[in-house]
């Protein structure tokens, strides 16, 4: 086997040894040992330091960037345009309505002039919403908006990691 610091070859004394006993080797392999060490303590400080509204901000883009994808070949739910560059749109604002925030009933895809420039043009909004999902739907959706929620960072944390875990399952299917 050969030494992966210097090259040369030698005899491992264990089955997984990579570099050689010579002094400049084993120096070597303890400084990457180090880093590699402060690396996974680094991003363990990191997740330990972040807070509910960071976690909040990466959640929402994975289930924005989620909801983009479910709505790929769809209309603007408001306006019923081909979008030009498109947008999850919320029905019930996602900063006044946290229960529905990641709720998938409340957003759908929107184009950027109904989502940022007319404000949700939530008339149109209400009534194509209710023809897509239903007046029972719509209902239930209706009582749990009005209902306040405060997340905590294990729940952040589970719905990233299930709608990562959608994207990447609609990014396969959409591929095939």
Known sequence: MR?????EKFEPAR??????FNKMCVDAWVQEATIKNWKKKKQKMKEELETVQELIKATQIIFNKY????????????CKQVPKKINAGHFWNANNHWNVRFDEDNVHLQCEKCNSYLSGNLIEY????LMKIGAERFSQLEAKARVTRKFTKEELKE????YKKKCKDLELYQKE
């Not at 030494?3 to 090259?7: A, G, P, Q, T, Y």
């Not at 209400?126 to 919403?129: A, D, F, I, M, V």
């Open 15 to 20: 089955f997984n040894q990579k570099y050689c």
């Open 67 to 78: 909801i983009r994808l479910r709505d790929k070949h769809e209309l603007c739910i408001s």
């Open 3 to 7: 030494c992966k610091n210097c090259k």
């Open 159 to 162: 719905i990233m990691a299930i």
């Open 126 to 129: 209400r009534t194509n919403l």
